[in-house]
């Protein structure tokens, strides 16, 4: 191998290193959110709506 | 920040490495792994993406008179449509509405209603409620439901209220106060000690959410829950006096509330009278012009009087308003003008 070839080959793998690891950093890092998105389904039960009118019993 | 979506539980997600999501919302920053909630409760990683699962799923929906929150100073004697879901992001040990802040929405005795923006906006207008509160829990731990509702409801002439504990990040808080006209908001201790063992929280987000509520022009009143042996000293209530006076204005009310024993605080009495109205006198000392006392009966201490001439302006019992003799907002002996909104 020549040394033009050793050089080449040594950047070209320096640069494969470098971009993944750039990689795994960007994708490994938590998203942050602060809006978060909906779901369409509620995971708990569901009742239909009924008289409102009467004062809460919760505080506040 | 990444902004809002629609999806279900069942969507294709795009695949990825982004397992972990991180919740900027509250100072909690909850780093959330997939399938897990923060510590609300309500907002899940689901596929590396964060859902709020109760948006449109309010667990209770009532019309409260609007001393109820309390609000003594936004449009006395006015029904106010209430609405909360599970969840919360403080973990208070004396938690007066423990059963629905500390549940998880798949808890079979909890369940919720069906209730979009679009059908909360209507209902409030069906029962001729001038405005809305989101409370009982508290409305930051809804957050998109809270924002998209309050939006609405603003554009079809219905005020917005928060009854909050004011444990949000800056930046939410700010882009949520747009479409807030009033929000009484807890100051629970006046050390961070206290709120690190009481309330899993810390001080300094809540001061910081205090100034910026008042520095937005949104009618601002505080409420403190004296806890016998925890932050009932006179120092503490003179600190906590003070830094409301100095940082939010004297103009702003204070509600000194009496602690029941609720949720893993079984162990403490209740407050006397005799503790709210020392505090009270104290604040009042300290230069506070509207000083209340709840969760008790307190016959001075349920009333507006005018800071200036000491003439009552609005006699309550309890929730009811017996007499309102404010004049335009202004006191009809002296002609100060009260702080308020009142119509």
Known sequence: MTRRKFIHKLVEAGSVIVVGISWLAKNTTPRKFVWAFRVKKYPGSLKPLRDISKQSKWSG | ?343
């Open chain 2, 1 to 343: 920040m990444t902004h809002r979506g629609e999806s279900s539980f069942g969507a294709k997600q795009e695949v990825s490495l982004k397992l972990k999501v991180q919740c900027e919302l509250c100072p909690k920053m909850c780093l959330i792994e997939p399938g897990q909630s923060g510590e609300c409760r309500v907002r899940i990683n689901i596929d590396g993406v964060l859902r709020t699962v109760v948006y449109g799923y309010p667990c209770s929906i009532n019309i409260d008179p609007i001393e109820k929150k309390p609000l003594y100073h936004f449009l006395p004697g006015t029904p106010i449509l209430s609405i909360a879901t599970v969840g919360c992001n403080l973990h208070c040990e004396n938690c007066q509405n423990w059963e629905i802040s500390q549940a998880n929405p798949e808890d079979e005795n909890i369940s919720a209603y069906f209730c979009p923006p679009e059908r909360l906006v209507a209902l409030t207008k069906r029962n001729n409620c001038p405005s809305l509160a989101y409370t009982y829990t508290d409305p930051i731990v809804y957050y998109e439901y809270t924002y998209d509702t309050a939006k609405l409801a603003q554009s079809a002439g219905i005020r917005n209220v928060l009854v909050t504990a004011g444990y949000i990040n800056e930046q939410p808080w700010k882009e949520l106060l747009k479409y807030v006209d009033a929000a009484n908001i807890d100051l629970k201790g006046i050390t961070d000690d206290f709120y690190r063992r009481v309330c899993t929280g810390t001080l300094k987000p809540v001061q910081n959410a205090l100034i910026i509520a008042k520095a937005s022009g949104i009618l601002v009143e505080v409420t403190n829950l004296i806890i016998p042996t925890l932050n009932d000293k006179p120092e503490q209530i003179r600190q906590l006096a003070q830094w409301v006076k100095v940082n939010l204005g004297g103009e702003t009310p204070l509600h000194f509330s009496g602690f029941y024993p609720r949720y893993k605080m079984r162990n403490l009495p209740p407050t006397s009278l005799n503790t709210l109205e020392m505090a009270r006198q104290i604040a009042m000392n300290e230069g506070l012009d509207y000083v209340y006392i709840g969760n008790l009966r307190s016959k001075q201490g349920e009333n507006t009087y005018c800071p200036s001439c000491k003439v009552l302006l609005i006699d309550r019992s309890g929730f009811t308003i017996l007499k309102n003799q404010l004049k335009d907002g202004c006191c009809p002996d002296c002609g100060k003008e009260i702080y308020g909104v009142w119509k």
